[in-house]
Nanobody
Framework: QVQLVESGGGLVQAGGSLRLSCAPS????????MGWYRQAPGKQRDLVAV???????NYADSVKGRFTISRDNAKNTVYLEMNSLQPEDTAVYYC?????????WGQGTQVTVSS
């Protein structure tokens, strides 16, 4: 079965940057939308950013101007460049993608921002 694999998480100091990547394992057709969600302990899993197959993007207000989502359709890969990271960005970041009516989720990658 298709799996989404995230990479790039880690520990960073406030004001630092990280770049997350997400790509499917195995063969699959081009995803429709791809995006990133995050979930802090005891909190709801919320949308961070999403990008359509045509490149239309949407961001949570809390990350606008700091995060940038992009995708490489040839590789079926989505990226999230995170700049000016703050402790409130600390969460498990999950990749999500959809194909037709099917949703796929990654296992999540931990992002921890220290003060």
């Amino acid at each position: 079965q298709v799996q989404l694999v995230e990479s790039g998480g880690g520990l960073v100091q406030a004001g630092g940057s990280l770049r997350l990547s997400c790509a499917p394992s195995g063969h699959i057709f081009l995803f429709n939308s791809m995006g990133w969600y995050r979930q802090a302990p005891g909190k709801q899993r919320d949308l961070v950013a999403v990008i359509s197959a045509s490149g239309v993007t949407n961001y949570a207000d809390s990350v606008k101007g700091r995060f940038t989502i992009s995708r490489d359709n040839a590789k079926n890969t989505v990226y999230l460049e995170m700049n000016s990271l703050q402790p409130e960005d600390t969460a498990v970041y999950y990749c999500r993608a959809d194909q037709f009516t099917t949703l796929y989720w990654g296992q999540g990658t931990q992002v921890t921002v220290s003060s």
